[in-house]
Antibody
Framework: EVQLVESGGGLVQPGGSLRLSCAASGFTFSSYAMSWVRQAPGKGLEWVSAISGSGGSTYYADSVKGRFTISRDNSKNTLYLQMNSLRAEDTAVYYC???????????????WGKGTTVTVSS | QSALTQPASVSGSPGQSITISCTGTSSDVGSYNLVSWYQQHPGKAPKLMIYEGSKRPSGVSNRFSGSKSGNTASLTISGLQAEDEADYYCCSYAGSSTVGVFGGGTKLTVL
């Protein structure tokens, strides 16, 4: 069974940092691009970041560029999102998602985790 | 990276058909046949319903279909069922240097 399990969410003060992890199983992890998508309370979906299957290419939304870093460890089947300089507007449920292809952003997201909640507040 | 435009809400009675539109630009929807659609029930993760504009993943009912004309993509749900009541999001590939762009979401109510 294909499965994605996020962890690392929590409460952090504005300006703080947090690292999210996503453990993947049930598919050849290195063969697919992976992404992080977030959803603020009561709001829609926002594609935050993506990484190619090899890890050689990364992509970011303008809203997080320069503050967030996506990475992956294909030997551990794990995706990461390092979030620095966090702001109140980064408060959201963060979903890990599997892309449809290994290149670029994977074009679509065919498997999603259940999400992990990040709250930025003093 | 402007969001795609979707109607905030649509409704229909059981057995009827509804269509949700998703309008983008010539830089996203209009340039690529890479629109995907996601269904999200309250408190749940999104689920892929349509990819590459009109393809259905295994296990998705053939009551769901997708199409595109110019800068506008559409999701049609035929034979509405109570379980179809959910939020629906479109998403488009937007080029090789950026992430995809989502629509604002459409709440489907089955009357």
């Amino acid at each position: 069974e294909v499965q994605l399990v996020e962890s690392g969410g929590g409460l952090v003060q504005p300006g703080g940092s947090l690292r999210l992890s996503c453990a993947a199983s049930g598919f050849t992890f290195s063969s697919y691009a992976m992404s992080w998508v977030r959803q603020a309370p009561g709001k829609g979906l926002e594609w935050v970041s993506a990484i190619s299957g090899s890890g050689g290419s990364t992509y970011y939304a303008d809203s997080v560029k320069g503050r967030f870093t996506i990475s992956r460890d294909n030997s551990k089947n794990t995706l990461y999102l390092q979030m620095n300089s966090l702001r109140a507007e980064d408060t959201a449920v963060y979903y890990c998602a599997k892309g449809g292809y290994d290149i670029l952003t994977g074009y679509w997201l065919d498997v999603w985790g259940k999400g992990t909640t990040v709250t930025v507040s003093s | 990276q402007s969001a795609l435009t979707q109607p905030a809400s649509v409704s229909g009675s059981p057995g009827q058909s509804i269509t949700i539109s998703c309008t983008g630009t010539s830089s996203d929807v209009g340039s690529y046949n890479l629109v995907s659609w996601y269904q999200q029930h309250p408190g749940k993760a999104p689920k892929l319903m349509i990819y590459e504009g009109s393809k259905r993943p295994s296990g998705v009912s053939n009551r769901f279909s997708g199409s595109k004309s110019g800068n506008t993509a559409s999701l049609t749900i035929s034979g509405l069922q109570a379980e179809d009541e959910a939020d629906y999001y479109c998403c488009s590939y937007a080029g090789s240097s950026t992430v995809g762009v989502f629509g604002g979401g459409t709440k489907l109510t089955v009357l």
